[in-house]
């Protein structure tokens, strides 16, 4: 045996963990994820779903376990009304800790016979080791059901048929409408204490069916039969953070897009993807796409107020315009409209004949329009 097997096996004891376990009526992964609990309280489901590597089912049959057990209780997101936290029973991670003692005791033990910068070197290669097994455990995972591999979040494609992407923004933001123009023509603003952007990244490989990664708060990330579900916390002391993600898509598969909770910025490119529908609740300041082509009707539709936006599709591809809110500037393939009121809808030459082609839904009402090729 080398030395790299001797040192792997010294830092993984499965015959300890199952013991203690057994010794708190517990099973292994039921102590595993009491641990991630204790040391960060108030973790939601999905969070640990992320550290701990077991799916969703797993993880709610394991917190049913231990909160039976009086170990952990489950408490509502005062944040988020749609999710739990976590928390620890003090009492009960004590009795835990008190069973740890012996062998934290013999470790102290044994290290008291090292001088003090060997006890450093010590230290630093075991979290340097423990650092390397994580990664290789996330990016094991990852290829199988996705996951986090150093900071960036990957999916395998896993046969699915068809994607559907779901992103809730969780900005605190506020619409205001003025009227310049009067009643039926109605500038728009739009108030955000957060900035959140979301930018597309275009296609990925074949095999991967999403690759994401994300500035500032890491939101809670889903995937199951092809759905990706992205969910940012609505948490009080992130209300002046920045959130930003760059997404990119499988270009294998049809995809539906439904984005929700408001954008500071939509941008980027969708060019490879094949876009079946984008959903965009709750408006955004600015949009700039470079949309894909399409192979059949497919829908873009924006609800709510939009203070500037351009869509852009490749050449030669039908578009129909629907917008009602009011509108103050448009231009539309080379056309210019200003201070439209109510709902109108335009289409460009061939669109009644043409498979392949745009249906685009503004509504709400925007400052600034601009659908080009």
Do not use: C
């Not at 039976?68 to 009960?92: E, L």
């Not at 835990?96 to 016979?113: I, M």
């Not at 900035?195 to 597309?200: E, Q």
Request: charged letters at 25%; zero cysteines; aromatic letters at 4%.
């Amino acid at each position: 045996m080398n030395d790299i097997d001797r040192i792997r096996q010294g830092l993984h004891h499965p015959t300890y963990d199952d013991a203690l376990a057994e010794r708190l009526g517990l099973n292994p992964s039921d102590l595993r994820i009491l641990d991630l609990v204790a040391a960060e309280p108030g973790l939601t489901p999905g969070r640990l779903v992320e550290l701990s590597g077991l799916t969703s089912g797993a993880i709610t049959g394991v917190l049913d376990r231990l909160e039976a057990a009086g170990f952990v209780a489950r408490q509502p997101d005062p944040d988020d009304r749609r999710s739990v936290t976590v928390q620890p029973v003090a009492a009960r991670v004590a009795e835990v800790e008190a069973a740890r003692s012996p062998l934290r005791g013999e470790l102290e033990r044994l290290l008291s016979g090292y001088r003090p910068d060997e006890r450093a070197a010590i230290a630093r290669f075991l979290d340097g080791a423990g650092g390397a097994a994580a990664a290789e455990s996330a990016r094991l995972r990852a290829a199988v059901r996705g996951g986090f591999v150093a900071g960036e979040y990957i999916a395998p494609l896993a046969g699915a048929e068809r994607g559907r992407l779901v992103f809730g923004s969780g900005a605190p933001r506020l619409s205001m409408s003025l009227a310049p123009f009067g009643p039926e023509a109605a500038a728009r603003m739009i108030v955000e204490t957060s900035a959140s952007r979301l930018a597309f990244d275009g296609a990925t490989g074949p095999d991967t069916l999403i690759r994401a990664s994300f500035d500032g708060p890491r939101p809670d990330v889903q995937v199951a039969g092809g759905t990706a579900t992205i969910r940012y916390r609505r948490k009080a002391v992130a209300a002046f953070s920045t959130r930003a993600a760059r997404i990119a898509l499988s270009p294998a598969i049809p995809w539906s897009i439904e984005l929700g909770g408001g954008l500071t910025d939509l941008t980027g490119s969708l060019v490879g993807v094949t876009l079946a529908r984008l959903d965009v609740d709750g408006g955004a300041n600015h949009v700039d796409l470079e949309l894909p082509r399409p192979s059949a009707t497919a829908i873009v539709s924006v609800r709510g107020v939009v203070s500037s936006a351009r869509l852009r599709r490749p050449a030669a591809v039908p578009v129909a315009l629907r917008v009602d809110g009011g509108i103050s500037h448009l231009r539309l393939d080379g056309q210019r409209f200003e201070r439209l009121a109510g709902e109108r809808r335009f289409t460009s030459e061939a669109f009644a004949s043409s498979v392949a082609r745009y249906e685009i839904e503004l509504l709400g009402g925007a400052s600034d329009v601009r659908v080009d090729s």
